[in-house]
């Protein structure tokens, strides 16, 4: 069996299995712009990679100009928002990290993926004593409202340290990396603001899920707990000279119902198996979970993406071929076997609630955006533009699967909208998000 041809057979059948869903209409409201009783006169955002515009396996300049803040702020703006900057990467470096993008398509119509990183934003690396190597980025200076930082987790905020492992945090920071000791929760707190929004602790579970339960390991519940209620109750207080502020918190969406978990999958993997040559015998595919022997994989596991272009299955080997005998399974890194996937359910349900918890204790607005990403997911037309969970062709994620389309961080832009004006009586007009594109085609 060729693993070229199983990559490009399973994509495309996955492709037109998730594309299938049932839309339902919604359309943008029109409304007389209230700031009701809240100021947003400087509004922060605090987050991670989906806070920045992180979007195609990579940070760039065009993913930065379609960030979820920014389109925000662009609203709030006319209910009295001030100006609003992000740690835009220069044009001449536009590529920021690299990112994926499709270069064309397969005589079977499934695209092809490259690296895009001509002209990149990295200025180095750098290596740190006990930790390893750090990629540096061009220095960002000039006013800052978007603190997003791709990668950071909650015990990340209160390290002091975390600016000298983190090119992206680094990149902020005045100081060179081994130099740095400003805690993020004090960066983002250096001035004075009004309105903040805080979508943090996603990575404090998506490392475990998308390396397959390999390499990482989910925050303790009690440290995420009393972390996220120091962040909340120091951003309260308005930053250095602030009189208090307004916010918006969102919960952790659930990482298993994303497209990197659910385009290739036991069916797609067996039918794919059964049209090579030879494969129409094959009745299991074998995995490695976690803890017990190889087993067959059943529907409540789930594969993760790299597995379709990592070309393994049916991979011919002295031990049987990848992941069609029980001598030479499915490595674990690659699949998320049931057991793990409860484990993760079980973590993002009780960050969910600390996170619904703190929000009721400090009277802020909370962004339910696991609901909001699994609605969508399942297929919704909006304004006439089909969105779904659907790798490439649903709209709503890039091409790594997790992170949002600008399409998709315009939904995300209106669900935090949604939950500010019910919350504080304001009335922010919403984002018209078929202004904005789903997965870029050549």
Known sequence: ??????????????????????????????VVPNKGNADFS???AVGNSLTSGYADGGLYLDGQKNSFPLMIAEQMKTVGGGSF?????????????????ITGFNADGTPKIADQNTHNAVRGQVTIPGFGSVTLFTKYTGDLNNYGVPGI?????????????????????????????????????????TFFSMWLGNNDILGYATGGGVGDVPTPKSDFAALYNLAVSTLKKGGTGGTGAKGVVATIPDVTAT???RTVTLASILATVHASP???SVENIYIQPASGPVRPATAADLFVLPLGSAGLIGKADPKGPYGLSPYNPIENQYVLDKDEVAIVNDYVAS??????SVAAANDLAVMDANAMLKEYGSGKVVNGAVVSGAYITGNL???????????????????FINAINAKYGSSIPIVDVTKYRGVKFP
């Open 85 to 101: 900057s992000t740690p835009f990467f220069q044009d001449s470096q536009a590529d920021g990290s690299g990112y994926k993008y």
């Open 351 to 356: 960050y969910n609630a600390t996170i619904r």
């Open 153 to 193: 987790k909650l015990a990340h905020i209160t390290y002091a340290p975390y600016g000298n492992l983190n090119g992206f945090y680094e990149r902020l920071l005045p100081g060179n990396a081994g130099t740095n000791n400003t805690k993020y929760l004090d960066f983002v707190t250096a001035k004075p603001f």
């Open 42 to 44: 400087r509004y922060i």
């Open 1 to 30: 069996m060729k693993s070229q041809y199983f990559y490009k057979s399973v994509l495309a059948l996955a492709i037109l299995g998730l594309a299938s869903c049932k839309p339902s209409a919604e359309s943008v409201n029109t």
């Open 278 to 280: 030879g494969g129409a």
């Open 397 to 415: 994620f890039s091409l790594d699967g997790i992170h949002l389309t600008p399409m998709g961080y315009a939904i995300t832009a209106n669900g």
């Open 259 to 261: 497209a990197f978990f």
